[in-house]
């Protein structure tokens, strides 16, 4: 009766050892909370001292490269307005200066959750993807985003490289 306490205590001891380190946390909603907060930049237009438009744009390959990769740079970006455009053919983006977007698709509200999601129910997302860039254009990468008739905005997503010092 002992032998089978200690068994069964030692194998229950392994499968939690073993589960523990088969749990990848990267995840956890509040990993990818964090992860899409600190690449996520606002940016807004303003004509006769009143905000016409307001846009969020999130970097995905940072906050989910396991499906945000495929050789692209993948941006969702939300927009608010309440301009009578037709948003979508109005849009036109540009990744550090002259890199045209391949593809844009409106992302509908049934698809939006997780990461895909806006942030009040006014707002309309946009899947936005470009060919991918170098390592160097990452560093000082900046998404530009022009509505036509209305105005110009970019976010900037650069950020500083520090030399290690022993």
């Known amino acids: 009766m002992r032998i089978n306490l200690v068994?069964?205590?030692?194998?229950g001891l392994c499968v939690w050892l073993g589960g523990c380190g088969l749990y990848d946390d990267s995840y956890k909603p509040s990993v990818l909370l964090e992860k899409k907060?600190?690449?996520t930049r606002k940016s807004q237009i303003i004509r006769r001292g009143?905000?016409?438009?307001?846009?969020?744009?999130?970097?995905?390959?940072?906050?989910?490269?396991?499906?945000?990769?495929?050789?692209?740079?993948?941006?969702?970006?939300?927009i608010f307005s309440e301009l009578e455009i037709p948003l979508r053919e109005s849009l036109h983006f540009r990744l550090s200066g002259d890199a045209e977007f391949i593809w844009i698709r409106e992302v509908e509200k049934s698809e939006m959750e997780g990461i895909l999601s806006v942030y009040n129910r006014w707002g309309r997302g946009f899947l936005?993807?470009?060919?991918e860039?170098?390592?160097q254009q990452k560093?000082?990468?900046?998404?530009?985003?022009?509505?036509?008739n209305v105005g110009e905005m970019e976010f900037n997503f650069s950020y500083k490289v520090y030399e290690m010092q022993l």
């Open 128 to 131: 936005i993807a470009f060919d």
């Open 133 to 135: 860039i170098s390592y």
């Open 50 to 78: 009143k905000t016409e438009v307001v846009a969020i744009a999130t970097y995905l390959n940072n906050v989910d490269s396991r499906i945000y990769r495929d050789g692209r740079e993948y941006f969702f970006v939300e």
């Open 37 to 39: 907060i600190n690449q």
């Open 7 to 11: 068994r069964i205590f030692c194998v």
């Open 139 to 148: 560093k000082d990468m900046i998404l530009n985003l022009e509505i036509e």
